[in-house]
């Protein structure tokens, strides 16, 4: 039986680890809109594809209506509409988007009730349906 070098076993980790990488996040409280009427319902004017810290990559569909949820500390929340958004890493959790003057910085977590950051953050552009 042949064995690994030291070089090949720590490449070997960092590759697991990275396919493994959490998804990190931090407790945040929303705070949901108000019950009067129907919230806002945005519209994404143009396909924005994001890399998250855990080296995977989502593309946020042009069309792809999303709809007030409320806001944490760090933004404004919206929902998606008639679709489902998740981000991966060791697991897949479901994602809303947070937005801070008109820029995507991070997702709100539902089932989770957190936060979590987005490094490279990204302008987005919506339009009213």
């Known amino acids: 039986m042949k064995f690994l070098g030291a070089r090949s076993c720590c490449l070997l980790l960092a590759l697991t680890l990275t396919a ?16 009067s ?30 709809r007030a949820a409320g806001t944490v500390d760090q933004g404004d929340v919206y929902r998606p509409v008639g679709d489902v958004f998740t981000l991966e890493g060791a697991h897949i959790h ?10 995507l910085v991070g997702f709100y977590l539902p089932a989770e009730h957190g936060y979590s950051p987005l490094g490279a953050t990204a302008p987005l552009r919506f339009t009213n349906p």
């Not at 479901?94 to 820029?103: I, M, S, T």
Request: glycine share 8%; aromatic share 6%; charged share 20%.
């Open 20 to 35: 493994c990488a959490a998804v990190r996040h931090s407790p945040a409280r929303l705070q949901p809109l108000a019950l």
């Open 37 to 66: 009427g129907q919230p806002a319902t945005r519209v994404l004017a143009q396909a924005t594809r994001i890399t998250l810290d855990t080296g995977y990559t989502r593309t946020l569909k042009a069309g792809g209506r999303w």
């Open 94 to 103: 479901e994602a809303w988007l947070v937005v801070r003057d008109g820029v």
